[in-house]
């Protein structure tokens, strides 16, 4: 972390916190992941290797890029380009909500990269307009934060963790505990986001 200084905090998730950094030898400005520390080590560890595993094999432009990753002092760092804003700061300046050209555009860089991590056996299971960076000056739309991502498995016997997704973008099949769903349970949370870039509300706002 010697090379970046701390500019500000962008967001906080469960498994880390994500900075806003100066690269003091560049000057460009990058966002740093940093990963907590926890008490289940081993949960942590695996959920981070999974993370960099899927990110370093999935390089297409409308998935996040990662940049480079490094420990320090235990501690895993991951830099990222930084992007500005997320879908869900868009849609709070947009009252009325998104015109059809700005969803078309959008929902089509978002289906983009959901292809990409389907075409290589990965499910992102966390869909959800804060996990879409949006440029405001040229409009580009990138998938981010993979810490739920999965590479499927070979076996149609292997189970997964159905608890997954945030509770307004997730599948019938995790909200009914099915570990066997698939690939789609990303195509309901694009659909849910469609519905919500023109309304400007969640389609599916449950509480349990």
Request: with cysteine; proline share 3%; aromatic share 10%.
């Amino acid at each position: 972390m010697n090379k970046y200084e701390v500019v500000g905090v962008v967001g906080e998730g469960a498994y880390g916190v994500v900075l806003k950094c100066r690269n003091k030898e560049t000057d460009e400005i990058v966002a740093v992941k940093k990963f907590k520390e926890s008490d289940d080590d081993e949960i942590v560890r695996k959920t981070t290797l999974r993370e960099v595993k899927v990110l370093r094999m999935l390089r297409q432009e409308n998935i996040v890029h990662l940049r480079e990753a490094f420990r320090r002092k235990n501690k895993l760092y991951l830099v990222f380009q930084y992007v500005e804003k997320n879908m869900l700061e868009v849609l709070e300046e947009k009252p009325a909500g998104l015109s059809v050209e700005q969803v078309r555009r959008y929902i089509y860089q978002l289906v983009q990269a959901i292809y990409w991590c389907h075409a290589h056996a990965v499910v992102h299971r966390d869909i959800k307009p804060e996990n879409l960076l949006v440029n405001p000056k040229d409009g580009k739309l990138s998938l981010c934060d993979f810490g739920f991502a999965r590479i499927l498995p070979t076996k149609s016997t292997v189970e997964l963790t159905e608890y997954v997704a945030t509770r307004w973008y997730r599948a019938p099949e995790l909200l009914c505990f099915n570990a066997a769903y698939g690939a789609a349970v990303d195509m309901w949370s694009a659909g849910c986001i469609v519905a919500e870039l023109f309304t400007r509300k969640p389609l599916f706002q449950g509480t349990d």
